[in-house]
């Protein structure tokens, strides 16, 4: 720094090109100068010392030499003298090639003073233990210890430890194993090493706290140890790269597996070939997205019984991936394709009508163009067999598309996301026609619906065990109780009306008649469901009150199978609600509760994952502890309430 | 079957390593507490030994290890994993799907 403001001020004259040039690449010829002569100097200081601690050992000598022969002391002197010269004139010779004779050097080191001082010292200290053994392989170990010390300053030159060469030394520059220096690229390598006997170093806790986050959210192991599968599996993926072969794992494994290539972004090209055995018949990735349409082809080329296939993102599935299924495939009965958007609408039609009536189960999403309604009028003739039906996101299917499907009564599970505007009169008929034989309706953004659907799917459909009919503000809440009240249909075991509510933002709480899943529809639906239902989604059913959740979920009402419940952005829900729900329901597994702002300070009990309640600072899901019955965290909440 | 179970069970391997595990850790497999119910009147319940003609010495003495390592962390918090080496895993995960663990 102050080099260089000196330079600032400096007035300049006239500069030499090599000047300018060592400048501008911030050398100075005055700094080199002034480190060489710096290191001279350290040099002839060191060499002082030694020289100096050479001479007093032998003055030592001298004295001792003195008591025997007393009487010859100008001959002595004079030798003495003669003999300093002489071992003078060595140690400049020493000096000259002193790295290269380390042998040298330590019988100096232990001729002299500093080391005859910490000899004593040494000996001092083991006192205390047997000293009788000490020998010379301690006198060479001192000496090696001191010999070592002597390293070269930063700026000289020293051979490097390993390779012997000669090298630059720097404040940077590596310790070898025997204590001398390195060179950069040995260093380097030392350094290398030794990171890599650290390697199983720990991550930080924050890390490992959000994956934990992350499991839990994702429904794995909310306690306790991991399964030695679930354990595996992950190791498995970390090494995917040194795979050659699964082995003869078991479906449900290998499916375990895929989805946990295909979360860690591992499924290509590369580890496909992992999950395709001849003797397989199913392939199951949900996102095939980095696979190519050669890997296609390979699946069926591998396994020509194929039953069952789910390509999830299968961005690069095209016709002749299709041609290749109607020419092999022989046996395939579900076929689950997502985005597959190369296929042309022949392609389709052929796939249909070669395959359609083999074909018992057929999900097909984010679909565009191609996928038009003639394809789903050609799909309504020629798949005969056709029990399981969905259709999401697929944007060109119009009404038209809707009255095909109205011709489709063996299916027994249909499930439909609208993209076009579809009328209530058109899903009325579609209702009415195969209402009688369905098992699973789901419904979603249907938002012309109306009073008549609900009213259709009560009078048509007595088989249902899964219903969904989401983000629709058409339907009253009136509509919802009629559907309950009265149904011949068993109890339901998967509820799902999210999002139906009054939309109008200058009067958030809706019109006096609810619009909407809202109270009278809420207990209608528990009275008639309450016995079997597993999972009940009302996320957004923002105008159910809270007396109707009180009366609901009261603790008395019991819902023995109700395992997952979603109540995300109902303002109404608040602490009784929740431990109503607590009480109400005996086998409950997990609580949604996003953005339910009157909730806080909840115990959760022990075995229920509550998910979404904050907590300033804290965790965004609570799990219950093991010692916390549904009794004792009642008791703990009534304490802090107090 | 009047007799009291044992407190110890011991499980062999296919190369005849034989691990004494506690009865109480074992039985989280499954399969291994299906075998040694009483009720159940198979062979293993009788002696107490569960031959594994299916598993190596090395994967069942990591089988043990866990036993042993989820019963350590059965009602824990964020449990670190077990240890698991890459070479041995593929095999565990047949022998862990196999017994149910």
């Given at each position: 720094?102050s ?22 690449n ?22 002082e ?7 007093e ?9 003195e ?26 010779a020493?000096?000259?090639k002193?790295?290269?004779q ?45 010999y ?5 300053m930063?700026?000289?030159?020293d ?5 012997n060469k ?5 404040p ?36 490992k ?13 909310s ?5 030695l599968?679930?354990?595996c ?21 290998l ?5 946990i ?9 590369q580890?496909?070939p ?47 991936n ?9 046996n ?18 052929q ?46 299917l ?9 011709e ?10 609208a ?14 026609s195969i ?14 619906a109306?009073?008549?659907?609900l009213?259709?799917i ?5 088989e ?10 058409n ?62 989604d009302?996320?957004s ?7 109707a959740?009180?009366?609901?979920f ?10 997952e ?15 109503g ?23 959760v ?38 | ?12 391997s ?6 004494k ?5 074992a039985?989280l ?5 299906r ?11 009788r002696?107490?030994?569960c ?8 994967v069942l ?6 036993f ?5 962390h059965?009602?824990?918090k ?20 196999y017994?149910?663990?």
């Amino acid at each position: 720094m102050s080099n260089r403001n000196r330079n600032l001020n400096r007035i300049r004259g006239p500069h030499s090109a090599l000047t300018d040039f060592l400048a501008a690449n911030n050398i100075s010829a005055g700094q080199i100068r002034d480190d060489y002569q710096r290191r001279l100097q350290q040099a002839q200081q060191r060499e002082e010392q030694e020289r100096i601690a050479n001479g007093e050992t032998a003055t030592v000598k001298e004295e001792d030499e003195e008591m025997v022969e007393a009487e010859d002391e100008i001959v002595a002197e004079s030798s003495t003298a003669a003999r300093a010269r002489g071992r003078r004139a060595t140690d400049d010779a020493a000096a000259a090639k002193k790295k290269a004779q380390e042998e040298k050097a330590i019988a100096k080191i232990k001729k002299s003073k500093e080391f005859a001082k910490r000899k004593a010292a040494k000996k001092l200290g083991d006192d205390d233990d047997e000293n009788d053994d000490y020998n010379d392989e301690d006198d060479d170990f001192l000496a090696r210890e001191m010999y070592k010390k002597a390293k070269a300053m930063p700026g000289q030159l020293d051979n490097c430890e390993i390779c012997n060469k000669r090298f630059t030394v720097t404040p940077y520059s590596k310790t070898g194993p025997d204590g001398g220096l390195l060179c950069t690229p040995c260093g380097k390598n030392i350094t290398k090493d030794d990171k890599s006997a650290k390697k199983p170093q720990k991550k930080p806790a924050g890390r490992k706290r959000r994956k934990l986050e992350s499991d839990k959210l994702d429904g794995l192991a909310s306690r306790g140890p991991k399964t030695l599968q679930q354990l595996c599996i992950e190791k498995v993926v970390t090494h995917h790269d040194e795979l050659d072969e699964l082995g003869d794992l078991p479906q449900p494994v290998l499916e375990r597996l895929s989805e946990i290539f295909t979360k860690k972004r591992v499924m290509n090209s590369q580890t496909l070939p992992l999950f395709l055995r001849p003797d397989l018949d199913a392939v199951i990735i949900h996102d095939a997205a980095y696979l190519e349409t050669e890997d296609y082809q390979q699946i069926f080329a591998v396994i020509p019984h194929i039953e069952n296939i789910v390509l999830k993102n299968a961005c690069q599935f095209k016709d002749e991936n299709i041609s290749y299924i109607v020419e092999k495939a022989n046996n395939l009965k579900h076929l689950k394709l997502y985005a597959a958007n190369l296929v042309s609408e022949e392609g389709w039609i052929q796939l249909i009508k070669s395959r359609g009536a083999q074909l018992e189960s057929l999900k097909l999403q984010w679909l565009d163009q191609p996928f038009s309604d003639i394809v789903v009028f050609q799909l309504s003739v020629f798949c005969k067999n056709l029990t399981r039906l969905k259709f999401k996101l697929c944007r060109s299917l119009t009404e038209v598309a809707i009255n095909a499907l109205a011709e489709m009564c063996q299916l027994e599970h249909l499930s439909l996301q609208a993209t076009a505007d579809i009328s209530s009169p058109c899903l009325i008929n579609l209702i009415k026609s195969i209402g009688p034989n369905l098992r699973t309706l789901s419904l979603e953004d249907f938002s012309f619906a109306d009073d008549e659907v609900l009213n259709q799917i009560h009078e048509s459909c007595t088989e249902l065990r899964k219903l969904r009919f989401t983000n629709n503000d058409n339907c009253t809440d009136a509509a919802y109780a009629t559907l309950f009240t009265n149904w011949p249909n068993p109890p339901l075991r998967f509820v799902d009306f999210n999002s139906t509510r009054d939309i109008d933002n200058s009067n958030p709480h809706g019109p006096a008649d609810a619009v909407g899943l809202a109270d009278k529809g809420l207990k209608a639906l528990m009275a008639h469901s309450g016995a079997k239902l597993e999972t009940v989604d009302l996320a957004s059913c923002r105008h159910i009150s809270k007396n109707a959740l009180h009366d609901v979920f009261d603790g008395v009402k019991q819902y023995p199978e109700l395992r997952e419940v979603n109540l995300s952005f109902m303002q109404n829900v608040d602490q009784l609600a929740i431990v109503g729900i607590f009480k109400s329901s005996p086998a409950l597994k997990k609580l949604i509760a996003f953005g339910c702002f009157n909730v806080e300070d909840v115990v959760v009990p022990a075995g229920i994952v509550l998910i979404g309640i904050p907590r300033a600072q804290d965790a965004i899901e609570q799990v219950g502890e093991g010692w916390v019955s549904v009794e004792n965290a009642l008791g703990a909440m009534v304490q802090a309430a107090a | 079957m009047a007799t009291p179970l044992t407190e110890y069970v011991t499980l062999v391997s296919n190369d005849g390593f034989e691990f004494k595990v506690q009865r109480s850790s074992a039985i989280l497999s499954g399969a291994i507490k299906r075998m040694l119910d009483p009720n159940n009147g198979f062979t293993e319940a009788r002696t107490n030994r569960c031959v594994f003609e299916n598993l190596n010495g090395v994967v069942l003495e990591k089988v043990c290890e866990y036993f042993y390592y989820n019963e350590k962390h059965k009602d824990a918090k964020d449990v670190p994993d077990m240890e698991i080496p890459p070479e041995l895993c593929l095999e565990l995960l047949m022998a862990a799907d196999y017994l149910n663990v």
